[in-house]
C-alpha cells in the first residue's frame, strides 16, 4: 500500500507568509493615501498580485506541486492574461490615439420626429 | 482483462486507506483530485476574469465617477474584512497540514476558525451593504447620489459593478461555508482516512481561490484614487 507522499509546509513557513500578507495590506493601504497619480492604480495591482502569488505559490501549495499541476494552474492565468491583453490594448489606448473615437465624444444626436 | 471490483479496491488492513480501481496508488489518485480541483478553478479564474476586465474597461470610461465611488468605500471596514479573510486562509492551510499529519482535534478546530472567520467576514461585508442602503448608493433600490449630474452614469456604473462583483464573492463564500461546515460534521462522525487529506486540501484551495478574488476587489473598489488626483 502506498502512502501519499506531499511535502508539508512548515508552520513556520505558514505564519511568515501570514505575515508577509499582512504587511503588503498595510502597504497597500498606506500607498493609496498616497498620491502618486496613475501609479496608485500600478501600486494596488501591483501589491494584489504580489499578495496572490504568496497564496497561490504557498497556501495553495502550487510551490511544492507537480508539473502537472503548475500548468493545470497557470492555464486559467494564461487565458486570462490573453483576454485582458487583446481588450486593454484595444479600450485602454483610445483615448491616446488622437485619429480614433474616444468613447466620451462620440455621442448620436437623436432626431425627434 | 475484468476483474471484480472488489478485488482491485484496496482496503488496508485497518480500513484506512482507499484506492478507487481506476488509480494505480493512493499518490496517483491524489494527484488526479488535485488536478480536476485546479481545472474548475481555471474556469472560476475566467469566470471572475471578465467581471474585472468590465471593471477596468468602465474604469477607462469614467475616472472621475469611479474616484468619486471609491471614495464613498469604508476603508476601514474593507482593510479589517480583508485582515480577516487573510487570516481564514492561514486557519485553512493549517488544518489541511493537521489533516495531513493525522491530527484530527487540530483540524477540526482549525477548520471551525476557518469558518467562523468567513461567517464574521460576511457579517461585516452585509453591515456595509447595509451602510450602502442607508446612503442611498444601491443602483435601482432607493438611489438618490448624483441624481442628475454628468458622473450619475458612471457613479451607478461603480456601484453597479461593486454589488455584482462583491456580491458574486460573497455567494462564493457561503459555497465555501458550505463544504467547511460538511467537512466538520463528517470529521467529527469517522476517523481520518489517507484519503481524508485530498478532501481538505481541495476545499482549502476553494477557500484560498475565494480570498484570492478578494486580495484583487479590495484594491479596485475601496482603494484606487481613494486620494488625490484623478489621473487614468
Redesign the interface.
Same mark, same amino acid.
Given at each position: 500500500?502506498?502512502?501519499? !507522499?506531499?511535502k508539508?509546509?512548515s508552520?513556520t513557513l #505558514?505564519?511568515a507568509?501570514?505575515a508577509a500578507?499582512?504587511f503588503l495590506?498595510a502597504v497597500?493601504?498606506w500607498?493609496?493615501?498616497?498620491?502618486?497619480?496613475?501609479w #496608485?492604480?500600478v501600486a494596488?495591482?501591483g501589491?494584489?498580485s504580489l499578495?496572490?502569488s504568496l497564496?497561490?505559490l504557498?497556501?495553495?501549495?502550487v510551490y511544492y506541486? !507537480?508539473p502537472?499541476?503548475w500548468l493545470?494552474?497557470g492555464?486559467?492565468?494564461v487565458?486570462?492574461a490573453i483576454?485582458?491583453n487583446l481588450?486593454?490594448s484595444d479600450?485602454?489606448t483610445r483615448?491616446r490615439v488622437q485619429s480614433a473615437p474616444v468613447?466620451?465624444t462620440a455621442v448620436y444626436e437623436v432626431p425627434d420626429r | 482483462m475484468f476483474k471484480p471490483a472488489s478485488q482491485l479496491v484496496e482496503v488496508r488492513a485497518d480500513g484506512a486507506a482507499r484506492v478507487a480501481h481506476q488509480f494505480v496508488d493512493a499518490d496517483q489518485q491524489h494527484s488526479a483530485a488535485e488536478l480536476g480541483m485546479w481545472l474548475f478553478l481555471a474556469t472560476e479564474i475566467m469566470f471572475f476574469g471578465a467581471f474585472f476586465l468590465a471593471y477596468l474597461v468602465y474604469r477607462e470610461w469614467y475616472p472621475v465617477a469611479f474616484a468619486m465611488g471609491s471614495r464613498q468605500m469604508d476603508v476601514m471596514l474593507g482593510t479589517v474584512n480583508t485582515g480577516v479573510l487573510l487570516t481564514s486562509s492561514l486557519t485553512m492551510a493549517l488544518a489541511v497540514r493537521a489533516s495531513e499529519m493525522s491530527q484530527r482535534r487540530w483540524m477540526i478546530g482549525l477548520l471551525v476558525a476557518t469558518l467562523l472567520l468567513g461567517m464574521v467576514f460576511l457579517g461585516i461585508k452585509g453591515l456595509e451593504y447595509y451602510h450602502k442602503y442607508a446612503e442611498h448608493l444601491v443602483p435601482f433600490a432607493g438611489w438618490t447620489f448624483a441624481p442628475a449630474g454628468e458622473q450619475r452614469t458612471g457613479m451607478m456604473e461603480f456601484f453597479n459593478l461593486y454589488f455584482l462583483m462583491t456580491g458574486l464573492h460573497a455567494l462564493h463564500m457561503v459555497a465555501g461555508l458550505v463544504m467547511l461546515a460538511l467537512l466538520v460534521i463528517v470529521a467529527c462522525r469517522s476517523p481520518l482516512r489517507d484519503s481524508s487529506s485530498i478532501v481538505v486540501h481541495n476545499v482549502g484551495l476553494y477557500w484560498h481561490f475565494v480570498d484570492l478574488v478578494w486580495v484583487y476587489l479590495f484594491p479596485f473598489f475601496y482603494l484606487v484614487s481613494a486620494s488625490g488626483s484623478v489621473a487614468m
Open positions: 500500500m502506498s502512502q501519499i !507522499k506531499t508539508v509546509p508552520l #505558514n505564519i507568509v501570514y500578507l499582512l495590506l497597500t493601504v500607498a493609496s493615501r498616497t498620491d502618486l497619480g496613475y #496608485n492604480f494596488a495591482a501589491i494584489a499578495k496572490a497564496i497561490v504557498f497556501f495553495m501549495r506541486a !507537480k502537472l499541476i493545470a494552474s492555464a486559467g492565468f487565458w486570462l483576454l485582458f481588450v486593454v479600450y485602454l483615448s468613447h466620451e | -
